[in-house]
């Protein structure tokens, strides 16, 4: 069964960093690209960042760009998002994702989710 777990959420302040981890099981990430998205209260879901099942291609949404690094292990089966001098606005429940998409490429779709790490930016 295909699974995955998020894990490092907390309350942090401003310009303060933290690193979320996705602890993958069931598949081997060496076909995986994996997305990290964020849901803020009373808004939409967006997309965070991405890295290929290749490790080749990362991605970032501009509001994260030069501060957040997103980082995968296939052979741990581990996935990262390194966040630093994070911002209010960075506050959100934090989900990876899954999509069977090999290669250098970024996934359009996202099939399997984790649960969520709550990540909250405040003074």
């Known amino acids: 069964q295909l699974q995955l777990v998020e894990s490092g959420g907390g309350l942090v302040q401003p310009g303060g960093s933290l690193r979320l981890s996705c602890a993958a099981s069931g598949f081997a990430l060496d076909f995986y690209a994996i997305g990290w998205f964020r849901q803020a209260p009373g808004k939409e879901r967006e997309g965070v960042s991405c890295?290929?099942?290749?490790?080749?291609?990362?991605n970032y949404t501009e509001s994260v760009k030069g501060r957040f690094t997103i980082s995968k292990d296939n052979a741990k089966k581990m996935v990262y998002l390194q966040m630093n001098s994070l911002k209010p606005e960075d506050t959100g429940i934090y989900y990876c994702?899954?999509?069977?998409?090999?290669?250098?490429?970024?996934?359009?779709?996202?099939?399997?989710w984790g649960q969520g790490t709550q990540v909250t930016v405040s003074s």
């Open positions: 890295i290929s099942s290749n490790n080749i291609i990362t």
């Open positions: 994702a899954a999509a069977a998409v090999l290669g250098s490429a970024c996934a359009s779709e996202y099939h399997y």
